[in-house]
T-cell receptor, first 114, second 113 residues
Framework: KNQVEQSPQSLIILEGKNCTLQ??????????LRWYKQDTGRGPVSLTI?????NTKSNGRYTATLDADTKQSSLHITASQLSDSASYIC?????????????FGRGTSLIVHP | DAGVIQSPRHEVTEMGQEVTLRCKPI?????LFWYRQTMMRGLELLIY????????DSGMPEDRFSAKMPNASFSTLKIQPSEPRDSAVYFC???????????FGSGTRLTVV
């Protein structure tokens, strides 16, 4: 069964600190992995997307890594800001015929305190 | 670009009533997706369309749910009859042909009492 597991479920850090969120998946055959940020009451917004051949992708203070051998991804946030408080969702897709089928993680809830 | 537009933002209805959620995708996007998000189950893909044609509706929970896309600029998700367990945030998203990036709407928060 295709699954995406994220950890930790929730995280509280102080403003300015770094943090790393984890995503493990059993999705196969792998096509791509995306990290989304979802602010409370809003729709998810794409942060990064990585295909099989990519092992790191940065978007400002966000850096995602991918190890396709161990089926693990991480999202590292540098010098956190209050606006980083949100849910972070890992989505792994398989390619089936002409379609991409996504499997969603449950998300990590991040709270950044001043 | 106004992004993906969903309406209404909030809907409160009584059990047994029909509910219709609406979505206007980004112009030029070939794909449209309907998702449901709850605390218990997270984000779930319900159905998606390619060029207005439903491709995969295996995520639709039961026959009470139906979705249509009569043209490239409009889609509806209908629940009839609604039940309290349908209470959730329903998101619509659209994506271009390569489908690597989805753009989500702001969601409709549905409460069935």
């Amino acid at each position: 069964k295709n699954q995406v597991e994220q950890s930790p479920q929730s995280l509280i850090i102080l403003e300015g600190k770094n943090c790393t969120l984890q995503c493990n998946y059993t999705v196969s055959p792998f096509s791509n992995l995306r990290w989304y940020k979802q602010d409370t009451g809003r729709g998810p917004v794409s942060l990064t997307i990585m295909t099989f051949s990519e092992n790191t992708k940065s978007n400002g203070r966000y850096t995602a890594t991918l190890d396709a051998d161990t089926k693990q991804s991480s999202l590292h946030i540098t010098a956190s800001q209050l606006s980083d408080s949100a849910s972070y969702i890992c989505v792994v897709s398989v390619r089936s015929g002409g379609s991409y089928i996504p499997t969603f993680g449950r998300g990590t809830s991040l709270i950044v305190h001043p | 670009d106004a992004g993906v537009i969903q309406s209404p933002r909030h809907e409160v209805t009584e059990m047994g009533q029909e509910v219709t959620l609406r979505c206007k995708p980004i112009s030029g996007h070939d794909y449209l997706f309907w998702y449901r998000q709850t605390m218990m189950r997270g984000l779930e893909l319900l159905i998606y369309f390619n060029n207005n044609v439903p491709i995969d509706d295996s995520g639709m929970p039961e026959d009470r749910f139906s979705a249509k896309m009569p043209n490239a600029s409009f889609s509806t998700l209908k629940i009839q009859p609604s039940e309290p367990r349908d209470s959730a945030v329903y998101f619509c998203a659209s994506g271009p042909r390569d489908r690597l990036i989805y753009t989500f709407g702001s969601g409709t928060r549905l409460t069935v009492v």
